[in-house]
């Protein structure tokens, strides 16, 4: 075919089969934006997907690491209410009359007490002492009840001994005296009171 022929059937070609053979440049915008726009939405998911895969993973080691070593700050809990025991049971009195070697050994166990507290919050174990709040079946032990009129029922009036947090856990319950006799604040606070007086009963 020569080219004057081809020039020829080209002219003699009807216009939707010239438009179909050469599209316009309006439609080769528009498929390439839509393709700029699937390809940006791809790349949009996949980091969603990655930023999420690294903050799983993050959270995992985490996980890892704390309860790795809850079995060990668990027993190391024993250490910390006897030390806490030890300095309740000496009076103001008796540490203001104490001779200079029993203040200086005093002074020694409160000093073990705080590095102790200081080592178990570093590695994610933390104290908390919940007097006055309200009984929480989930992180307190109710151990007994107090008769209290002025205090609503269900508060926690007494600290027998502090709970811990490893992380988000529960690594031990705070052991407390909670209020009975005061007025209801809600319809939970008489479950949490009922609760209270059943361990209480099993206790005496």
Do not use: C
């Not at 007494?158 to 690594?171: H, K, Q």
């Amino acid at each position: 075919m020569t080219e004057k022929t081809a020039r020829a059937e080209d002219a003699a070609a009807p216009p939707e089969a010239t438009a179909s053979a050469n599209p316009s440049a309006a439609q080769q915008q528009s498929d390439a934006a839509a393709l700029a726009a699937e390809l940006k939405d791809r790349l949009l998911r996949t980091l969603a997907e990655m930023e999420n895969l690294r903050k799983r993973t993050e959270r995992e080691v985490t996980d890892a690491r704390l309860y790795g070593v809850a079995s060990f700050a668990r027993d190391m809990l024993g250490v910390a209410d006897n030390m806490r025991r030890a300095l309740d049971a000496v009076s103001p009195e008796l540490r203001a009359s104490a001779e200079p070697g029993v203040k200086a050994l005093i002074d020694g166990v409160e000093l073990t007490e705080r590095e102790l507290l200081k080592a178990l919050e570093k590695n994610g174990v933390r104290q908390f002492s919940p007097r006055g709040e309200k009984f929480d079946p989930n992180v307190h032990q109710a151990i007994f009840e107090v008769p209290n009129p002025s205090v609503p029922a269900g508060s926690v009036v007494e600290v027998v001994a502090p709970g811990y947090m490893i992380g988000e856990r529960v690594l031990r319950p705070a052991m407390v005296g909670v209020s009975k006799g005061g007025p209801k604040t809600a319809p939970a606070s008489r479950a949490v009171n009922d609760n209270a007086t059943a361990v209480a009963g099993k206790d005496s």
